[in-house]
């Protein structure tokens, strides 16, 4: 899989079997910069991902990944951190900390210009958080509002540590190796040498003039001409804009950013301790800051090396070492000191052949000015910048919620810029409203789910269920994970769960058995008759107590057990205690026969609360006259006896009338 720059988007997905990829939220000349969500830790991060074409070039992707580990040591609360760096196939990245809120330069173009007061606490964050980097041994080298982030609470971060240095490393083994931004370059860099410490002091005087005026200090049509100036002119004054500037603020502007390395401050520490006393009364109106001038020095000015051919206006790029010292040593030998006028006539022959080896670089090239296409239709854009004698290069697909499908977003490099003739052009399209894979929510929180999506502009619609999940958890979505969908157009429907329901048992008591059965199905209650008992109050069959009691919360399913009524209770059982006498029926023995006695089959029949005639309470076997104690137990109203019989004869039987019972 390559990079959006390489044709393919990655939106949706998930590269380090970690870091999905949510939406793009940045993108530079070398990387594009995504929103992302940490599926480990559950966060969102920022990722940095490689272009394609730079990918590919082991040396940038050896160093992209050495600076990036060596700015994973930097920890402090101005410097986006540095969560990882890694590859996932072709695909070369960093996660960085996720600063939601914009770039400082929105925050200039919107502002305006700020005022001291509202500056220098600003700068006071970023040279601390650039001293902290200087003391760990690393330089930033490409320090710019557009580098430095803002979130809603007015404190800033500066990011892109490693990838400068990454992409100043490579102008070593490279040429036209872009080295910084033009407009926050020292002359130092401008020249061809090496960024120092004192180089990210001269940016951040940059910045700081930035802030205070809302322009940047010097302006040009091209980069070259914006080095020059660099080099040669002095920055404007703060003060001749706005003079309400105390001059001890803008004394550290002109310090900052002096020709010479050696007249700014030696470290940002030293200009930090400028910054926390600058706004004191007593340093509002000092004396203008003058670069110290000795008569006596010797002053030799570095000359400006034969710069190869700009690519951007806003960029600088810097030859090869190698280069520069084949051209120091190229340099001839200057004749001894009392051959004044033969020295003049040589310097200015010197001079001249500098001036004609350098105009081709000026005026010699056929360059023509990149059409401005920004708003037309594909096809159309293609044919303009053909005609104007460039070729596109590439048309990349890229969506947008601004503008319509198909229409031209931007260009590299930007229309109305000087380009040689045949120079290529990227063209960004845009592809529509962005799309995105839906992911599976069922089981997460509702709240969290909704900040998580609070950046994609769902219509988010939101369902209520009774369900045995935590109250506030998704239960059901409208959207099938993995559909891709426009989060613009989209409306999603979350069911969420209200917890198990709960519903109050109403009064059960005088329902009737069938009743409860109706009552059951209704409620959805579990109804149970654990019992009987007899009630004065209930006629029999009706319910005379339930738990749990009439205004209960139970949940749905839950069970209620009630007891039902036997009807009044009626009078005491009267018990009857028969003593019985069973004779033994002597057989008569013939003559001669053997006189054993034979056994004889005995049955009792009671009738009473507990049983009826129809089977025996007691079988037995008598071989003599026996005695038996009979129980009958009768209630209000009833009548009952026993029977005793031996065969089918009838022995003895009594009935009785509860009434007549003492």
Do not use: C
């Amino acid at each position: 899989m390559v990079e959006e720059g390489g044709g393919l988007t990655l939106i949706g997905k998930r590269i380090g079997e970690r870091y999905e990829l949510l939406q793009v939220i940045g993108e530079g000349g070398m990387s594009r910069v995504y929103l992302a969500r940490d599926v480990i830790l559950d966060r969102e991060v920022a990722i940095k991902i490689l272009h394609y074409d730079f990918a590919n070039e082991e040396d940038l992707k050896k160093r992209f990944q050495r600076e990036a580990l060596s700015a994973t040591s930097l920890s402090h609360p101005n410097i986006v951190d540095i969560y990882d760096v890694g590859e996932d196939g072709e695909i070369h990245y960093l996660v960085m900390e996720y600063i939601k809120g914009q770039t400082l330069k929105t925050y200039i173009q919107q502002r305006g210009h700020l005022t001291a007061y509202e500056a220098v606490p600003i700068m006071q964050q970023l040279v601390s958080a650039i001293s902290h980097a200087h003391h760990n041994g690393i330089i930033h080298r490409d320090i710019k509002p557009q580098n430095i982030l803002m979130d809603a609470s007015g404190n800033v971060k500066i990011t892109d540590f490693g990838i400068a240095m990454a992409l100043d490393a490579t102008a070593y083994t490279k040429t036209n190796s872009i080295i910084g931004t033009v407009h926050y370059l020292s002359p130092e860099q401008a020249r061809g040498g090496m960024a120092t410490k004192r180089s990210d002091i001269y940016s951040l005087g940059i910045v700081f003039y930035e802030l205070l005026t809302g322009e940047l200090p010097f302006a040009a049509e091209t980069a070259v001409a914006i080095a020059l100036k660099h080099l040669q002119e002095e920055i404007p004054s703060v003060r001749s804009h706005y003079p309400e500037v105390p001059q001890s603020v803008e004394n550290i502007i002109l310090k900052a950013t002096t020709k010479s390395p050696d007249h700014r401050y030696q470290s940002a520490d030293e200009m930090y301790e400028d910054l926390q006393t600058a706004l004191n009364t007593n340093r509002l109106n000092e004396a203008k800051y003058f670069i110290p001038y000795d008569d006596d020095a010797t002053k030799v000015m570095p000359a400006i090396k034969d710069l190869p051919k700009m690519e951007a206006a806003d960029t600088i790029i810097q030859p090869p070492p190698r280069i520069e010292a084949q051209l120091e040593e190229q340099q001839p030998t200057p004749p001894p000191a009392k051959k004044s006028k033969k020295k003049w006539w040589i310097g200015g022959a010197i001079v001249l052949l500098l001036l004609v080896a350098t105009l081709p670089f000026f005026f010699g090239s056929k360059k023509a000015t990149v059409p401005e296409v920004v708003g037309e239709e594909e096809k159309e854009a293609i044919e303009i910048i053909e005609a104007a004698g460039f070729v596109v290069e590439e048309s990349i697909e890229e969506p947008s919620d601004e503008v319509e499908e198909g229409i031209v977003i931007r260009t590299i490099p930007d229309g109305g810029v000087q380009r040689e003739k045949g120079s290529k052009i990227t063209i960004y399209v845009s592809s529509g409203h962005e799309r995105m894979k839906f992911a599976n929510y069922v089981g997460r929180s509702i709240d969290d789910v909704k900040k998580l999506l609070a950046d994609f502009d769902f219509d988010i619609q939101v369902e209520e269920e009774f369900n045995e999940a935590e109250p506030g958890t998704i239960i059901k979505q409208n959207i099938e994970a993995g559909e891709e969908i426009v989060p613009k157009e989209t409306t999603v429907i979350f069911t969420v769960s209200k917890g198990i329901e709960m519903k109050k048992v109403d009064k059960l008591i005088g329902m009737s058995e069938s009743d409860l059965t109706a009552y059951a199905k209704s409620s959805g209650f579990d109804i149970r008759i654990v019992r009987e008992e007899f009630s004065s109050e209930q006629e029999k069959g009706k319910v005379i107590s339930q738990q749990p009691s009439a205004g209960s919360e139970l949940k749905r399913g839950g069970q209620v057990n009630v007891v039902v009524s036997k009807g009044p209770p009626s009078k005491p059982v009267k018990l009857i205690v028969q003593s019985v006498t069973i004779p033994y029926e002597e057989e008569v023995v013939e003559d001669g026969e053997d006189g054993e006695k034979q056994p004889q089959s005995i049955r009792i029949y009671v009738q009473d609360r507990k049983h009826s005639m129809t089977d025996p309470i007691e079988t037995f076997d008598i071989t003599e006259t026996t005695k038996r104690r009979i129980t009958i137990e009768l209630e209000e109203g009833q009548r009952g006896g026993y029977r005793i019989m031996r065969g089918a004869t009838v022995i003895e039987e009594e009935m009785f009338d509860y009434k007549d019972v003492e």
